[in-house]
């Protein structure tokens, strides 16, 4: 005979630590949910982080050197002005980060709220909000009677 079979015949205290244990098994599995869908999200974000990091990496270091050793080399070979050759270069460069910093933007567009996890918890409040109170809290305003005796067991 299972636990639910027999809900009649147990006592309030085994009641309540099964609604207890269960809450909390609820309230762990939530938790699990929601690191899940972070890790993901945490994931996608890190990915297009890097990409915009290297992007702004390549931007300031290489710059300097590339662009004169490209720029010396398009005017050997074009016979273009100096001016024009760094430009040129310069535009490439532009074009490169624009490439990465879309691809870095994609990345972010890509990360998402943690839906189920909102969605469980809201559900799991909606059920916790329509649990009444015990009957005896209501009728004495929630303060606990006084001439109720407790056992010590």
Not at 46 to 65: E, H, Y
Request: charged letters at 20%; proline letters at 3%; glycine letters at 10%.
């Amino acid at each position: 005979m299972s636990a639910a079979d027999d809900g009649g015949n147990r006592s309030l205290g085994q009641l309540v630590a099964t609604a207890t244990t269960e809450l909390s098994a609820l309230v762990h599995d939530e938790i699990a949910l929601a690191k899940a869908e972070f890790r993901d999200s945490a994931r996608r974000t890190l990915f297009g982080s890097g990409a915009a990091i290297v992007a702004g990496v390549l931007l300031l270091f290489s710059l300097p050197v590339l662009s004169f050793a490209l720029a010396y080399g398009l005017r050997a070979w074009t016979g273009l002005g100096l001016a024009w050759c760094f430009l040129i270069v310069g535009g490439i460069y532009w074009l490169i980060a624009g490439i990465l910093g879309a691809f870095a933007l994609a990345k972010f567009k890509r990360v998402k709220a943690p839906k189920k996890s909102m969605a469980s918890a809201k559900e799991t409040a909606a059920v916790l909000g329509s649990v009444k109170p015990h009957p005896r809290a209501a009728a004495n305003g929630g303060r606990p009677a006084r001439d109720v005796t407790r056992s010590t067991a």
